[in-house]
């Protein structure tokens, strides 16, 4: 059974950047787009950006357009989620997910257990 295991999550201030990982098991990796999404307290899941099973499309969410960038390395299973001039609204636990189905989509599975993003202000 797949695994994704995100890591890099921790308080940062406001301004500051973060680099998440997302280190998925199995050998079809490849064969996956990719997707990091967010749950703040009290909120509903959001999209933040999604990447190609190949990495030659992107996608972000409006809010994080320019700030966010989403890249994956096949060779190694990982898939990142740089981000920069972070927000206090960008608090929450973050999480990566997979679909096989095309891009855009937000039909995405295959959780990990998440890791938590602090921005103080």
């Known amino acids: 059974q797949v695994q994704l295991v995100e890591s890099g999550g921790g308080l940062v201030q406001a301004g500051g950047s973060l680099r998440l990982s997302c280190v998925v098991s199995?050998?079809?990796?490849?064969?996956?787009?990719m997707g990091w999404f967010r749950q703040a307290p009290g909120k509903e899941r959001e999209f933040v950006a999604a990447?190609?099973?190949?990495?030659?499309?992107?996608f972000y969410a409006d809010s994080v357009q320019g700030r966010f960038t989403i890249s994956r390395d096949n060779a190694k299973s990982t898939v990142f989620l740089q981000m920069n001039s972070l927000k206090p609204e960008d608090t929450a636990v973050y999480y990566c997910?997979?679909?096989?189905?095309?891009?855009?989509?937000?039909?995405?599975?295959?959780w990990g257990q998440g890791t938590q993003v602090t921005v103080s202000s």
């Open positions: 990447i190609s099973a190949s990495g030659g499309s992107t």
């Open positions: 997910g997979r679909t096989a189905k095309r891009l855009p989509t937000i039909d995405f599975g295959s």
């Open positions: 199995g050998r079809t990796f490849s064969n996956y787009a």
